[in-house]
Nanobody, 124 residues
Framework: QVQLVESGGRLVQAGASLRLSCAAS????????MAWFRQAPGKGREFVAA????????SYADSVKGRFTISKDIANNTAYLRMNSLKPEDTAVYYC?????????????????WGQGTQVTVSS
């Protein structure tokens, strides 16, 4: 099993930056893909970004491309989501997910493991 714990979410003003963290523990050797999703009130879960196990491959949703950056610290089994130029529409609960394989379309993967989420609120 793998446990994922997100942190870093908070209330910020539009235009601000924020960094979310996702710490993985347990059988982390089995993870080769980590991703961020988000869910706004009254909406479905939305893919945000994904990164391969080595960190060499990344993927982003069009809505965040150029503003968000996903990265990972392999030694500490932690993934990050750097969010710049935040907008009110970025307000959501952000979830970290992990899987054994990094697939060509990471937005459509049924990830094996999920964190509990961290709230990001962007005020206008």
């Amino acid at each position: 099993q793998v446990q994922l714990v997100e942190s870093g979410g908070r209330l910020v003003q539009a235009g601000a930056s924020l960094r979310l963290s996702c710490a993985a523990s347990g059988r982390t050797w089995s993870i080769n893909a980590m991703a961020w999703f988000r869910q706004a009130p009254g909406k479905g879960r939305e893919f945000v970004a994904a990164i391969s196990g080595s960190g060499s491959t990344t993927s982003y949703a069009d809505s965040v491309k150029g503003r968000f950056t996903i990265s990972k610290d392999i030694a500490n089994n932690t993934a990050y989501l750097r969010m710049n130029s935040l907008k009110p529409e970025d307000t959501a609960v952000y979830y970290c997910a992990a899987d054994r394989i990094y697939r060509s379309n990471p937005a459509r993967v049924q990830y094996d493991y999920w964190g509990q989420g961290t709230q990001v609120t962007v005020s206008s």
